[in-house]
């Protein structure tokens, strides 16, 4: 149990949480690699992986741990089972193939709709960096408080504090706070990844900011996004309904997920609905989608090196990153600016400013 | 059984080895440390520990293998068993403490002594690296026949090919060929590690050799010169002669090594003799007292990369020496003059030039 809920009577029962689980990214090899990507692994040397981290946030702070609901891919089920132990089983939902985020989020949506039609619902990505965690409940009970009573989407904003071109960003209209909380505003446009130049002016102009991934919204007005922007999903996924919880579950959402259109939500719904909002929040976040981006989410000694591993010794070094299973003595002399990232049996050594070529690397 | 046998008739069954094999050279670090020394590695990636290709030498080449003697330290003596299966236990002594080359040798000469008065005995390290085979095995076997007609010691000399400051060297009198081979000479004078500069003088005067380790002679040879240099030694071991092979030798052996000198044979006898020999060798010849010794004794890519593992992929990398376990999965980039060498759960990363710190990193 938590110290502290951030939501309390209905709003506590009816919050629900989406983990999505099902994202292969591999960047972090070789402590993972596509079968077991970086949701699944303890990137922060925290002795939680990044899914737990994730799940941790939520379960008894913001919702029950029964209402946390976990879509990822077939094969990450057993993995997911194995790391959330206090999850029921039943709220892992499996995809059968990939489709981007936004058939996942729509067979969740239809599925806790079926338990709740009250609900309100966080839909997170479960591989993220987020710190310090009262900033982070504070937000998310704003936002729900705010779905809860109106029909819009929140979307989680993050204020950049570098001019990063590897986000998306989400320009909002400060003018227009919403009418009922004044720290959630318009949101005016979604931008791709920027070039740096515009990702300075980006930086510059106050009104930009990362787009987490976060969404908060009321579940009628998710489903109902989907009846009008995505209808044919709707329709699929009203079809499964009946067969929830039976045998035939299973077979029904493959047949149904081989017609699925791959989509992002932000395109299939976020680019295209009117009532969308961000909040801007002020918590540290990343999407830790490199070495890079880790190694500034940990703390770095006087000579910006960051260890994960409680074995390591650094001398004449600057500027590495070092990153091992947790009793692996290591020595390292007279390194700047490298990746040395051991574990099961695999060693890289590579400059960080060569991290792209990682996956070339390994071919 | 090897091809060839290097001695025939009664000089083949009269040729003992007696392979010193307790010393701490700790070298290696990670892949060894002072409680599984360089001998007991297998630092050249052949699938065989130093030892056990010291052992191959010989054995069935130079003399039968029940010829073969090791003598090492108590704990170490299983190492060695596990090792060298095809070594009779029997012919393993144990040292009870550690008292550096001479008391081993006069253990190990009263023994062989004991079995065969007329046995002609090499001396050699365990951790050594000798390349080509035949030519060390040719260079020995004439040592062998020279130490069996006269009285004399014969020590095995490296012609160098390079002014090492590591090595001791020995001075010969190129104008005193011995009587019966023309290529053995009288030595002049033993000659400590060199500076510099005078190993550059040593070089460029042909006469000087390095100190291999490696000592040819009559059994009758070494123990009368036990007798004349160090009297309390031979002393010691005639005590011990009636108790060997009893339950006795055990006891007695650890009393007795409680009260000798610890001295090497080059101080205890090699320089005070006056019949000495050396016997100028072609076959490459390296201590291995280092990973540059040893990166120069590996086969080196076009990059001047050395490798031992098999799992090892390189980019853009030069003058490394990589040395990891088996099928460990490794990709090094970037990296100019560096040692990786992961073995057991310990990484060391460092530069070449920094070698000689690495036991300073461990403290």
Redesign the interface.
Same mark, same amino acid.
Do not use: A, H, S
């Given at each position: 149990m938590s110290d502290t809920r951030y939501l309390q009577g209905p709003l506590w029962n009816n919050t629900y949480v989406v983990v999505m689980a099902g994202g292969i990214e591999g960047r972090f090899w070789?402590l993972g690699d596509e079968t077991m990507p970086k949701q699944f692994l303890d990137v922060m040397g925290q002795g939680k992986t990044l899914l737990q981290m994730t799940v941790d946030r939520f379960a008894d702070r913001l919702c029950p741990v029964e209402n946390i609901w976990v879509v990822t891919s077939e094969n990450f089920r057993q993995i997911v089972i194995n790391q959330l132990p206090q999850v029921p089983d039943g709220n892992i939902l499996a995809e059968p193939c990939r489709r981007n985020t936004s058939p996942g989020i729509a067979y969740a949506s239809w599925v806790i709709k079926s338990k709740n039609p009250q609900a309100n619902v966080i839909v997170t990505p479960s591989d993220h960096y987020i710190d310090p965690l009262p900033l982070f409940c504070k937000a998310v009970s704003v936002c729900i408080e705010f779905a809860s009573e109106t029909d819009s989407i929140v979307t989680m904003g993050i204020r950049p504090d570098y001019p990063a071109t590897e986000y998306g960003y989400i320009e909002a209209d400060l003018r227009y706070p919403s009418p009922t909380s004044p720290n959630i505003f318009r949101v005016d446009s979604f931008k791709e990844k920027p070039e740096m130049a515009l990702a300075e002016r980006y930086v510059r102009e106050h009104n930009f900011f990362w787009n987490s991934g976060i969404f908060i919204w009321n579940i009628n007005t998710i489903v109902n996004a989907y009846r009008v922007y995505q209808p044919h999903v709707a329709e699929a996924f009203e079809t499964l309904m009946p067969l929830l919880g039976t045998d035939q579950e299973h077979d029904k959402v493959q047949k149904l997920y081989e017609n699925l259109e791959s989509i992002s939500i932000d395109y299939a719904i976020m680019e295209k609905t009117e009532e969308i909002y961000v909040y801007p929040s002020e918590f540290e976040w990343s999407d830790l989608g490199s070495y890079s981006s880790l190694k500034k989410r940990l703390s770095n000694d006087l000579r910006g090196n960051a260890c994960v591993g409680n074995g390591i %010794?650094l001398? +004449?070094t600057d500027n590495c990153i070092i990153h091992?299973s947790g009793?692996?003595?290591?020595?390292?002399?007279?390194?700047d600016g490298?990746i040395?990232s051991?574990y099961d +049996?695999?060693?890289?050594?590579? %400059?960080l400013s +060569?991290e792209q %070529?990682?996956d070339l690397?390994?071919e």
């Open positions: 070789p %010794r001398f +004449d091992v009793k692996k003595q290591v020595i390292v002399q007279g390194m490298f040395i051991e +049996d695999k060693l890289l050594i590579c %400059r +060569d %070529r990682i690397f390994r």
